[in-house]
């Protein structure tokens, strides 16, 4: 396995990359969404108008996406300190301030991250962050959640991570924008078979069992004209995605409430209409 700030594909060079497909600004993209409620700058105007709109159906949207944010540093700290140095994050997004693979490479440098995601703009800014700061062995694949096969036999991923040994796979808050229709079960699947013992499944999911029936609406209907629909699904169907992995303690959870370290914020439960859990594949 090679170490290297970043790959697109193991035979390109970081300067010779290109985004795989065509960008699309004109079409609201949730990573980019994303980015606009972190503060970020990396968002068209697309993304923005349509972000303000969940805002104006949710004000508390901003906060929502800190506390996802804060519920990934602390599960990666976690995932460290159960031994596990192999990171999977698929859905990754424009990487911030508490990524992935800073928060991991910051509590074990020797730690191998690999980014997946299927918006060029992450993956251009992904590159571009890690070749001007290197933070360890972090590799950035193009490639789509829908497609699990393709990413589990991507060349990159195989030479930066060993998948006999335990990895943690991060699906932070990107699963309820795979439809059932398009297999969301069955992706966790076939991912979770690809698992050795040891692994770890993260995940939080966005959910309409804390929001009012008015907001569930308005949501829905901006994120339908995004590249995305967004799915909400209730605890039982968000604790099916695990399938047999065994949950850590505190179980599936309203996210603030996975293992907090500091007074949760006010508004908290309105903020963060989500469900996020730890499990251990045994």
Request: aromatic share 6%; proline share 8%; charged share 25%.
């Given at each position: ?6 790959v697109g594909?193991?035979?390109q060079?970081a300067?010779?990359w ?8 004109g ?26 709109k969940v805002?104006?159906?949710?004000p508390?949207?901003r906060?929502?996406a800190?506390i996802?944010?804060e519920?990934?540093?602390?599960a ?13 994050d698929?859905?990754?997004?424009i990487?911030a301030?508490?990524?992935t693979?800073e928060v991991a490479?910051?509590v074990a440098?020797?730690?191998?991250v690999?980014?997946?995601d ?7 800014h992904s590159?571009a ?7 360890g ?26 998948l ?12 309820h924008?795979?439809r ?13 078979s690809?698992l050795?013992?040891g692994?770890?499944?993260i995940?939080s999911?966005?959910?309409q ?8 609406a308005?949501?829905?209907r901006?994120?339908s004209r995004?590249?995305?629909p967004l799915?909400?699904?209730s605890k ?12 850590v ?5 309203q ?6 370290q500091?007074?949760l ?8 209409p989500?469900y996020a859990?730890?499990?251990v594949?045994?």
């Amino acid at each position: 396995m090679r170490d290297e700030a970043a790959v697109g594909r193991p035979e390109q060079e970081a300067g010779e990359w290109q985004p795989p497909v065509e960008l699309n600004t004109g079409i609201p993209h949730p990573a980019r969404m994303y980015d606009y409620y972190l503060g970020g700058k990396d968002n068209f105007p697309a993304d923005r108008e349509a972000a303000e709109k969940v805002i104006a159906a949710m004000p508390d949207a901003r906060l929502g996406a800190r506390i996802n944010r804060e519920f990934l540093s602390r599960a990666v700290e976690f995932a460290v300190q159960q031994g596990v140095r192999q990171f999977l994050d698929i859905g990754t997004g424009i990487p911030a301030v508490g990524s992935t693979g800073e928060v991991a490479h910051r509590v074990a440098p020797d730690a191998r991250v690999v980014y997946v995601d299927n918006d060029p703009i992450v993956l251009t800014h992904s590159r571009a962050l890690l070749a001007h700061h290197p933070v360890g062995h972090t590799t950035v694949l193009h490639a789509d959640l829908r497609d699990p096969d393709a990413i589990l036999g991507d060349p990159g991923l195989k030479e930066a991570l060993d998948l006999s040994r335990p990895v943690a796979l991060m699906l932070v808050a990107v699963l309820h924008f795979v439809r059932d229709e398009e297999g969301a079960a069955d992706i966790l699947a076939r991912l979770r078979s690809a698992l050795a013992p040891g692994s770890l499944l993260i995940m939080s999911h966005g959910t309409q069992d804390f929001m009012t029936p008015a907001a569930v609406a308005e949501t829905t209907r901006i994120y339908s004209r995004a590249s995305s629909p967004l799915v909400l699904r209730s605890k039982d169907q968000v604790q099916e995605l695990f399938g047999d992995f065994e949950f850590v303690e505190p179980g599936l959870v309203q996210l603030p409430l996975w293992r907090p370290q500091a007074d949760l914020p006010e508004n908290w439960q309105q903020a963060a209409p989500a469900y996020a859990g730890v499990a251990v594949k045994r």
